[in-house]
């Protein structure tokens, strides 16, 4: 409870200091006034008495509709949230005898992940024997790594964690769009 308290701003009577530097509703430097002054200038007003900077001396209060200050804020957050981008990790999973047909899926698949902005962990899965060739695994990264190079980058290299063979791609800056642009130019012609 007191961490929120701490950062909430006092308001008109919550305000402890005797006198305090004064900022009116239109952001004019207005000098120090006695807190009851202060006070009687907001409540003239219609709105809130506001301490913006407790720690100067004296305490700096501004002139404010508190609540539509708040409402603001909280828009300005939501904004901020919606427009950030969080990026995925999606997984595809292989195994080291996987036939030509099944690669090429398995490659559009990952295509389209990296299209959608999505970081993409490819895994080859060893059984049984196929532990003693670590190489036939290493050589489907490489193959596909090749494949992908125009679209993606490696961000880790294969590295082998107990019976499975990780890699982990990302999509390039821009290839997404280069690819979209391609596209429409063809659909206009």
Not at 61 to 82: H, L, T
Not at 96 to 103: A, E, F, L, T
């Given at each position: 409870m007191s961490a929120i308290a701490a950062q909430e701003p006092r308001l008109n009577e919550e305000i402890t200091a005797r006198e305090v530097r004064l900022i009116g509703y239109d952001g004019e430097q207005m000098g120090i006034y006695p807190i009851a002054s202060a006070q009687q200038v907001a409540d003239d007003e219609g709105l809130d008495l506001v301490e913006i900077a407790p720690n100067s001396d004296p305490?700096?209060?501004?002139?404010?509709?508190?609540?539509?200050?708040?409402?603001?804020?909280?828009?300005?957050?939501?904004?901020?949230?919606?427009?950030?981008?969080?990026?995925?990790?999606?997984?595809?999973?292989?195994?080291?005898?996987?036939?030509?047909?099944?690669?090429?899926?398995?490659k559009k698949h990952i295509l389209r992940f990296l299209d959608a902005g999505s970081k993409v962990k490819i895994t080859i899965m060893f059984r049984g024997r196929e532990m003693a060739h670590p190489e036939q695994g290493l050589s489907i990264l490489e193959r596909l790594a090749d494949d992908l190079k125009d679209v993606a980058v490696i961000e880790a290299q294969p590295k082998m964690e107990g019976r499975n063979m990780h890699m982990l791609i990302a999509p390039l800056a821009g290839a997404g769009k280069k690819k979209k642009e391609v596209q429409e130019g063809e659909e206009d012609a």
């Open positions: 305490p700096v209060c501004r002139v404010m509709d508190y609540g539509k200050f708040k409402y603001d804020q909280a828009i300005k957050a939501k904004q901020a949230k919606k427009n950030q981008s969080k990026i995925e990790t999606k997984e595809m999973k292989f195994r080291p005898k996987i036939d030509v047909g099944d690669y090429t899926t398995k």
